[in-house]
């Protein structure tokens, strides 16, 4: 058998060293192996087969890092050095235009950093549902800042760009009501189609003021019926088109409410 060998500091004496293998469906969630760090910080691992392998650190009291991913070829060495950054949370409310608590609204840690423009790469990202007053807590942070971004289809955030501090409580998140858009697209005659000229019809919102930094937009493929749902949209005035045609048409979405508009092609 072919060996290779595998050396990683993560700076912890009491840190591991995680090597995962993908299962059948191609993700790593299959244990290869763990190596303690000794007294140096050092992890090293022998004897093993070349391969897909995932990398990540760990140890008690910090966030576990990702490494690396890769396909490590036979008779090599890797040295990889990483640094641990201590485990934290954060807690707060998510909060309407009033000022009251939102439940039901699912958040994650979609970003973590250790220091302004220091990314902390994580195997995995923090999420949590807010409960009836809209209160919210995540943990398993790196210690720093994160950036914390709304899903939901009924509300959308109003500032995605935002770094919180880790740790920290009694933060605020501050959502909107969205609303949807309905797209229906008919021939001459007001049947709904899914092509035109022998093409899938595609159709494409857009902010009327043109799209900036934070706006909301999308495209999609109409579906057998010829329409679309567009949930989650930001109340606005958008610019509703069907690609490769000249037709447009404006249309006005209210928070809370959906709008509809039909586009006719001839």
Not at 29 to 40: E, G, I, Q, R, Y
Request: charge should be neutral; hydrophobic fraction near 40%.
């Amino acid at each position: 058998m072919l060996f290779r060998s595998l050396c990683i500091a993560p700076s912890h004496r009491v840190s591991q060293a995680r090597l995962m293998t993908r299962d059948e469906k191609g993700q790593y969630t299959k244990p290869l192996t763990n190596a303690v760090s000794d007294a140096k910080g050092v992890a090293l691992v022998t004897g093993l087969p070349a391969g897909m392998f995932q990398i990540s650190a760990v140890a008690p009291s910090y966030v576990e890092a990702a490494i690396a991913y890769g396909d490590y070829p036979e008779h090599s060495f890797q040295k990889f050095e990483v640094a641990l950054a201590k485990a934290g949370s954060v807690s707060g409310t998510v909060v309407d235009e009033t000022g009251t608590g939102v439940p039901g609204v699912h958040l994650i840690a979609a970003n973590t950093l250790i220091a302004t423009n220091v990314p902390y790469h994580t195997l995995n990202k923090p999420e949590t549902t807010t409960d009836g007053a809209g209160r919210f807590s995540l943990s398993d942070l790196s210690v720093g800042l994160v950036q914390i971004w709304v899903q939901s289809t009924n509300y959308f955030q109003t500032n995605i760009f935002a770094f919180q501090p880790v740790p920290a409580t009694a933060l605020s998140i501050g959502v909107r009501p969205s609303g949807s858009l309905l797209v229906r697209v008919v021939d001459a005659d007001g049947h709904g189609i899914q092509q035109w000229k022998q093409q899938q019809i595609q159709i494409e919102v857009t902010p009327s003021t043109g799209a900036v930094r934070g706006s909301w937009g999308g495209r999609a493929d109409v579906g057998s019926d010829g329409t679309y749902l567009f949930a989650g949209v930001h109340p606005a005035t958008y610019v509703v088109s069907v690609l490769n045609s000249t037709s447009q048409k404006r249309v006005t979405v209210a928070p809370r409410e959906q709008a509809e508009v039909e586009m006719r092609l001839p």
